[in-house]
């Protein structure tokens, strides 16, 4: 099983949708769960952390469940700019310190 | 707004040839990290760095592979006879380890292409 997987998308969505990614991870013992948001040829840059009880950020909420090693993205009223590909990111296994980014999910936003 | 920065943004070399990829990270931020990311896959962890040693490496930082902070700025990697596999963005990232591990400031990369 890979340390964390996510859909490859693309997810293709106009203007105003509302569109969820979702992430699942291996090691149970992790402590940390991030999303990060990469544009094309960019480095990544940090979107949110995630938190057990759910956190939201204006039009972003994620959501985590340990129980089920899986965490969530929620975008709603989606603006072109949101086309990127958002990363699930979790500490690693042996170090706290040690970051392991999924593949990744594509958004693509059309007018 | 303090940032990571990395030089040189782009560098074409010839394989077996040494390379060095810099980075300063920001001021007062006290871990650092590389990681790189071939085209087309996922950001891959390389090795990061503490209190002036290295704290972790993944399997891919093998003995070509060495990192310095040469001084109270600089962060180094030095791939020392380069691979065609290692043509890739490499990204430089540091985080202050005051706030949750995780929040990591990335540098917008070094592409290496090796010929």
């Known amino acids: 099983r890979k340390e964390v997987e996510q859909d490859p998308g693309p997810f293709n969505v106009p203007e105003g949708a509302t569109v969820a990614f979702n992430c699942t991870y291996s090691?149970?013992?992790?402590?940390?769960f991030f999303w990060y948001r990469q544009d094309c040829r960019k480095e990544p840059k940090l979107l949110m952390s995630?938190?057990?009880s759910g956190n939201e950020d204006g039009r972003f909420t994620a959501q985590l469940n340990r129980a089920s090693q899986y965490i969530s993205l929620l975008i709603r009223d989606s603006k072109l700019s949101d086309s990127a590909t958002y990363l699930c990111v979790v500490n690693g296994m042996d170090s706290s310190y040690k970051l392991i980014f999924g593949s990744g999910t594509r958004l693509l936003v059309r007018p | 707004e303090p940032e990571v920065t990395q030089t040189p943004s782009h560098q074409v070399t010839q394989m077996g040839q040494e390379v060095i990829l810099r980075c300063v990270p920001i001021s007062n931020h006290l871990y650092f990290y590389w990681y790189r990311q071939i085209l087309g896959q996922k950001v891959e962890f390389l090795v990061s760095f503490y209190n002036n040693e290295i704290s972790e490496k993944s399997e891919i930082f093998d003995d070509q592979f060495s990192v310095e902070r040469p001084d109270g700025s600089n962060f180094t990697l030095k791939i020392r006879s380069t691979k065609l596999e290692d043509s890739a963005m490499y990204f430089c990232a540091s985080s202050s380890g005051t706030v949750a591990p995780g929040e990591l400031f990335f540098g917008e990369g070094s592409r290496l292409t090796v010929l």
């Open positions: 995630v938190y057990s």
């Open positions: 090691n149970s013992a992790s402590q940390s």
